[in-house]
């Protein structure tokens, strides 16, 4: 067993196989460890978030090192039985790879009976291990940039089934009508981690495409409940839409989207809708958004404890502001606001409401309804009356703005958490113009806050960003020279990032000292991944909760903050604030009984 560091609170247990990870997971399933808050099973590994307050490191590995992990994992839970049209892009290719005949592929791969061994990559998306054990194809060498939902895949020894249309490299054996991925449902993931599946040949598809498919799709489930799931609509703005498609409009927006969605959908319903806005008005205040800039969505401190259905916690970016905009209004720290990127964001009250802005520093504009116009501070309590219209301009420091209004914003949340994921496409959609937010009554004892400071050292183009960085898991898989320039070279950040990670570019790439495939495993807020172009990406809220490239080291916890407001064109230096020391530890001897 060996411990690899990751962050100041998280840690990497790499072992053999899949076997002795399923076997420690469940060990520490069965007797948890105080202060441990996540644990993301993968491949070889499981990642290990804890609470530095409550547990030590050196605790944690002494306690999960004397754990036993040979004992035998049964993985005998409900069966699902998923039909499959096996017309992939792929499957000749893997047939040719394997010196066999398609037709041989498919009775090889409906031939076995699979187990759910983890979740990650995206909601709903389960790696299945077991079946035929000669199914064993590497990655595509170069990903797609679009595999469509349902598709159902070979990596490896491990079949899959994408939920939703995305990015990547598996390889395309077939589509399935039945969506993994469906909010309406109690659990929305179809298969969950234990549960067994089988792949059923439905022969030739009739010529619906899995990106594009509506109607009903049946999933047989042989335990006690059937998988059924109907409406596998994905990726267009018009139609009904379940399952398979987690971000379809729900009526959120008025004024943005195109179409119509008529049926169960994985967004959150926001009380935006004009009918209902238009109803109470008068009787509670709510906010108009006349323009929402480049991006505004709704984030609070995200939904942790979703990994068993590949949930990432998503959230705040800058959560220390979103903290600072509740605690000016009145709220509780955690209470949904609305992450604005680069200004351009323009609201009107309907009713008198308390508001505060914080994080980015820029103007903030009042206009009320005879046309007077003043500004106001960030960081900040803001009284606005009825018809008073509030602007933010692009930011001279930072990126991202929070906006919070005392009572909160009427959001229903999903998971647990009003927060969008613009990765999984999990949560309330973007604002577009014409939403109306509802605010809810401020409670009992809250207090508007006094006036606070805005942080002096937000991030700007003219000024090197420098970030501490704990080197781990994956330090190793790079060459000394790539550790020394992580550090030692400036990297640009470019126009690509996002709140899903800051693609970076430096003059030299990170060279690997390692070109073997890494199995997937977890990734945190904060991990540098150093994919096969060299130029690093650092993950932020939205990241992927499993990845498959090397993780050199990741941004320490109390400068994750700076990092969500740096600028696009910013140059950022990374600051090893620790040696990479993986810890061995010799595997427990179990006496025989």
Known sequence: ???????????????????????????????????????VPAARTVLVIFQPSLVSRDALIADIGSRDTTAYVARDGKLIEIPVHYNGEDLHEVAQLLGITPDEVVRRHTGGTYSVAFTGFAPGFAYL???????????????????????????????????????????ILGVTPVPMWDLSRETPALLQPGYRVRFIDAGASTGTSAGTSTGTSTGTSTGTSTGTSTGTSTGASTGTSTGASTGTST?????????????????????????AAAADSRATPALEVVSPGLQAVFEDLGRAGQARQGVAASGAMDRGALRAANRLVGNAPGEAAIEIVYGGFQLRAHGPSVVAVTGALGDVTLRNAACTTWTANTYQAIALDDGDTLSLGQPSAGIRYYLA???????????????????????????????????????QGAIVGAPEIAP?????TNVEVVLDVVLGPRTDWCDA??????????????????????RLNGDAPLQRANH????????????????????????????????????????????????????????????????????DVPAVSVNPT
């Not at 069965?30 to 441990?36: F, S």
């Not at 004024?255 to 967004?267: M, V």
């Not at 002096?456 to 700007?460: G, Q, S």
Request: glycine content about 12%.
């Open 1 to 39: 067993m060996r411990f690899l560091p990751v962050n100041t609170d998280a840690l990497l247990v790499e072992l053999d196989d899949l076997d002795q990870t399923l076997a420690l997971f469940a060990a520490l399933q069965n007797r948890p460890i105080a202060g441990v808050t996540e644990m």
């Open 129 to 171: 291990s077991g079946g035929d054990p000669t199914l064993d194809v590497p990655r595509r060498k170069t990903p797609r940039t679009r595999i469509p939902a349902g598709a159902v895949a070979l990596a490896g020894t491990f079949s899959g089934v994408y939920p939703q249309a995305s990015p990547g490299g598996w390889q």
């Open 251 to 275: 009526g959120t927006s008025t004024g943005a989207s195109a179409g119509t969605s008529t049926g169960t959908s994985a967004q959150a319903s926001t009380s935006t809708s004009a009918n």
């Open 405 to 443: 209004a005392r009572g909160g914003f009427d959001v229903q949340p999903v998971l647990g958490s009003c927060s969008t994921d613009t990765l999984a496409r999990v949560g309330p959609e973007p604002l577009a113009a014409g939403d109306r937010i509802g605010i809810r009554p401020a409670g």
């Open 456 to 460: 002096a050292d937000l991030p700007t």
């Open 481 to 502: 020279e790539a550790v020394a320039l992580l550090s030692r070279q400036a990297w640009t950040v470019t126009p690509q990032s996002n709140r899903v990670g800051i």
């Open 516 to 583: 073997a495939e890494l199995p997937s495993e977890g990734t945190r807020k904060g991990s540098i991944q150093v994919p096969a172009s060299g130029q690093p990406v650092l993950f932020l809220a939205d990241h992927p909760l499993t990845g498959g490239y090397p993780v050199i080291g990741s941004v320490a916890p109390w400068h994750l903050d700076r990092a969500a407001q740096i600028p696009i064109g910013a140059r950022v230096r990374f600051n090893p604030i620790s040696d990479f020391v993986p810890v």
